[in-house]
């Protein structure tokens, strides 16, 4: 993107080949005080609910199918095959009984870190945000039918997945609740979030647990969503890698390619112009060019198969094809890459990244991980030169080939932000929940 060929390098190479780490950090570390801290007995219940497919219209499908551990907390694939498939990650397969009717049209993301205050956008193109001006505090597509009292943006998010047909809720009339949602009851007795928490109430583990925490009143479903980003705060929290040793000024050594990656990240190659910050993102929107699968980004009545990013949310042609710059906390761990998926490895990712226009003329739909769902070709929009011309021409910045010595040194840099502690995970999968639905494993 920008080439900012003109910071002097962070790197000093001493006589053996060694990096001397003694450089000013590049950043200020992750502020400690930005985790707020949780109630142990709120995050396990959180656990129980994240794993539990008794939160889908047709029970079989929870958070977890699509954010696993696993799985780096995504799922593997570019584009996941919500309700109405069985199995994870690549073993996804459609249930010919209840055939998923698309994919999903973004790449699942991780969720590391999601519980620190700088997160106040969610989603790929932050279609739900902090909103001081608004009387739940939070702006979502669902405006004012929203409801109120939320922990934060996390918890309401987590009230998202449960209304989608494709992710959770399940096909029109299949089940009361995607009926709910199909007639247009959300909120209230006999919405969709009511039926769920019904559900809930019905279970006498679950039932005592949320006395033991809220008491015995009916369950709200901003308890429930309070409760899961309870459990995504703790255990997915990922401040302890090589990298935050290092901003800490702790005693810790990083290869002479890693620092030499830094040293691009921060310099030359201006990576942080847009990955910003103790979590390597400005949390702002961006047309960076990346290809285009899947069925694209449509309401209803719409029959196109873009996806315009940012602008779907603001309606302002400077945020045409913007999507938010992502955290690469444990990126390593979280292939494939970008908002659609399309690329399995971070050096493929890298070169398309800073050179979209080459990308486009050579991506080859074979490297990109999608499990197949009969009737679908989910690469029509990749080889569409309208689509194509309407992604490049929303790129500010022209070209930049990387070398492979370079992408290697970004690469290794990358590494360095591995939390292993988070990826182990803290409370891990549980072995049942509480609704005897099978777990994902
Ligand atoms: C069928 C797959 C699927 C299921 C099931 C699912 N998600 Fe997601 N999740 C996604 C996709 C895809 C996105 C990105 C959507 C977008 O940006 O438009 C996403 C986005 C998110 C985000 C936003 C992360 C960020 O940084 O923007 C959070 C948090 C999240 N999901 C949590 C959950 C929770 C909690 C559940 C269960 C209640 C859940 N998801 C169920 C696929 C899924
Ligand atoms: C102009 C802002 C900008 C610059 C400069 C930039 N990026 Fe990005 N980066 C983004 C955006 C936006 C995305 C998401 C793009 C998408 O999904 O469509 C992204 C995605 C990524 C991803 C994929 C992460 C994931 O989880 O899918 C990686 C890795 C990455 N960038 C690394 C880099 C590196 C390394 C550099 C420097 C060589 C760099 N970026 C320069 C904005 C930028």
Known sequence: MMNMR?????????????????????????????????????????????????????????????????????????????EGATGLGMERVPDPADMPEQRLPRHAPALWNLGHESFTVMFHDGRLELDDHRASGIRTPLGAEMEAGFAGVLSAQSMFPVLAADEMA?????????????????????????????????????????????????????EVSDAIAAFIEVEWRAD??????????????LSPDAMEGMDLFYGELGCASCHSGPFQTDNAFHATGLVQIGPGKRARFENHMRDEGRFRVTGDPADLFAFRTPSLRNVTATA???????????????AA?????????????AITPMPALPGDDPFVAAASAEIRDAVLAAVPTADLVLTDDEIAALVAFLGTLTDQSSL?????VPESVPSGLPVDR
């Open 336 to 350: 494939p890459y970008g908002h659609t998926g399309a690329y399995p490895s971070l050096e493929t990712f890298l």
């Open 170 to 222: 399940g096909h029109y009339s299949e089940n009361e609740i995607s009926e709910a949602v199909r007639i247009g009851r959300i909120t209230g007795p006999g919405g969709a979030w009511d039926l769920l928490t019904d559900r809930l109430e019905g279970i006498p583990e679950y039932r005592s647990r949320f006395t033991e925490i809220f008491g015995p009143e009916e369950i709200l479903f901003t």
């Open 240 to 253: 302890n890698s090589p990298f935050d040793a290092y901003l800490r000024g702790e005693e810790v050594r």
């Open 424 to 428: 182990d995970g803290r409370m891990g």
């Open 6 to 82: 003109r910071l002097a390098p962070l790197l000093v190479v001493i006589g053996t080949g060694l990096a001397a780490q003694t450089a000013a950090p590049p950043v200020d570390p992750v502020d400690p005080d930005g985790y707020r801290p949780v109630d142990d007995r709120l995050a396990e219940l959180g656990q129980l609910l994240f794993y539990d497919p008794i939160l889908s219209g047709n029970r079989n499908i929870s958070c977890a199918t699509c954010h696993h551990p696993g799985l780096g907390t995504a799922d593997g694939v570019a584009l996941s095959m919500g």
């Open 353 to 365: 990244h800073m050179a979209p226009r080459a990308a486009w003329a050579a991506y080859d739909p």
